[in-house]
């Protein structure tokens, strides 16, 4: 059983559209990360949120985290084909050390 | 820093053998992962260490898995003897405290036949 189940597994797109991915989970954690991974590649940060209810821009990314620090979603307007790779919440519970990952979001944007 | 860097990229090897897997974290970082990632089960965590004492190991799958980290600077992960359902991309991530980033490597895609 994945402690943090992200949904969809596989999202395909064209150019232009907007989409969101979802992390979701059963126990509270201290702080949530998003990576994003290409191929060949090791993970690699996009953003750290760790207040409930906290929202963070990166350019055409938005990232929240949920108010009870359960979930946290990803929201990414007007796609771009550089937007490809998988994507991968990850953090630790509360009261515990290590980082977990999700089965990752395998986003692929078509021109 | 030339981040953190694993060796061998690539390894392919009968299966019985003994394979080891090497990592050299970034410099100053107090937290190295061992991290294994398939299409099936995605990206799981094996073993972490924190000043070079490992702290959990309970995500090591049997005996045949080891990891030692001899110093701040080396770690190696260790299958002997080696299984074909062991074949994956091993990755190794440092950090340099609770809370902020995992840098992780390029990783080492093993396969054993």
């Known amino acids: 059983t994945q402690l943090l189940e992200q949904s969809p597994q596989f999202l395909s797109i064209q150019e232009g559209e907007n989409l969101t991915v979802y992390c979701n989970s059963s126990?509270?954690?201290?702080?949530l990360q998003w990576y994003r991974q290409e191929p060949g590649e090791g993970p690699v940060l996009l953003v750290t949120v760790v207040t409930g209810g906290e929202v963070k821009k990166l350019k055409r990314l938005t990232f929240q985290f949920g108010d009870a620090r359960k979930d946290s979603s990803l929201h990414i307007t007007a796609a771009q084909p550089g937007d490809t790779g998988l994507y991968l919440c990850?953090?630790?519970?509360?009261?515990?050390?290590?980082?977990?990952f999700g089965q990752g979001t395998r986003l692929t944007i078509n021109p | 820093d030339a981040g953190v860097i694993q060796s061998p990229r690539h390894e392919v090897t009968e299966m019985g053998q003994e394979v080891t897997l090497r990592c050299k974290p970034i410099?100053?970082?107090?937290?190295l992962f061992w991290y294994r990632q398939t299409m099936m089960r995605g990206l799981e965590l094996l073993i972490y260490?924190?000043?070079?004492?490992?702290?959990?190991d309970s995500g090591m799958p049997e005996d045949r898995f080891s990891a030692k980290m001899p110093n701040a600077s080396f770690s190696t992960l260790k299958i002997q003897p080696s299984e074909p359902r062991d074949s994956a991309v091993y990755f190794c991530?440092?950090?340099?405290?609770?809370?902020?980033?995992?840098?992780f490597g390029q990783g080492t895609r093993l396969t054993v036949v």
């Open positions: 990850a953090g630790a519970r509360q009261g515990a050390q290590k980082l977990v």
């Open positions: 126990s509270v954690f201290s702080s």
């Open positions: 991530a440092s950090r340099l405290r609770w809370g902020g980033e995992a840098f």
């Open positions: 410099s100053g970082h107090d937290y």
């Open positions: 260490f924190n000043n070079n004492v490992p702290i959990d």
